[in-house]
């Protein structure tokens, strides 16, 4: 494996019900490479989008560690973790989660926004937009980029979500069920996008899906089962 640029350590995460409380993963340890694209295989309610909120520091593990490229993420402040998730890290939703009243191109421009200082925003916009532009165009989006959300397909919505998380030029893609709303055959035509990410652009990728099929594009499938991992293989 290359140099890892994400670990896991007895990573365990619990949910409390009422008086009770409900353990969703148990003692989680993995490693993903630099350029890896890794893939969490399991059923429904097995775990998986749980683990890419703590990898993607979404969200605060009960006990264990996150290790992003050598530093302890949990340890840090978290403006820290605020700033890896503007600058090193993009997600890409099952729901796409786009903003029903902006354009594409806007909707693309949204992180850009968010991590520029509002006094500085006039001086830079020209060179986000024309990197947005650049992105949309890379995934078949240029004739679409002044269209709404609901003026596209489920596939365009998929890519539009994906040029928002590529924007900022993410060290690391975190894909959660990215294919989990699509037919078979958009499906296939996110995870060619996907898979050309990491293979020619070099991408790491950390993926959690249901789908044997689609979890074959991944370097290495790892199955994850009532919270538990079965392999590190």
Sequence with gaps: MTEPILKAESLVKDYRMGASRLRVLHDVDLTVGSGEFLCILGP?????????????????????????????AFAQPKRWRDRMRNEAIGFVFQFYYLMPDLSVLANTLLPAMVRTPMAAWPAGR???????????GNLGLANRVNHLPRELSGGERQRAALARAL?????????????????????????????????????????????????????????????KLLHDG
């Design 44 to 72: 429904s309610g097995s775990g998986k989008s749980t683990l890419l909120h703590l990898l993607g520091l979404l969200d605060r593990p009960t006990s264990g560690r996150v290790v992003f490229e050598g530093h302890d």
């Design 126 to 136: 020209g060179g986000h937009r024309r990197r947005a532009l650049k992105v949309l």
């Design 167 to 227: 924007v900022h030029q993410p060290r690391i893609l975190f894909a959660d069920e990215p294919t989990g709303n699509l037919d078979s055959a958009t499906g296939e035509e996110i995870m060619r996008v996907i898979t050309r990410l990491n293979r020619h652009d070099g991408l790491t990728v950390v993926m959690v899906t249901h789908d044997g099929r689609v979890a074959e594009r991944a370097h290495r499938v790892l199955n994850l089962e009532d919270g």
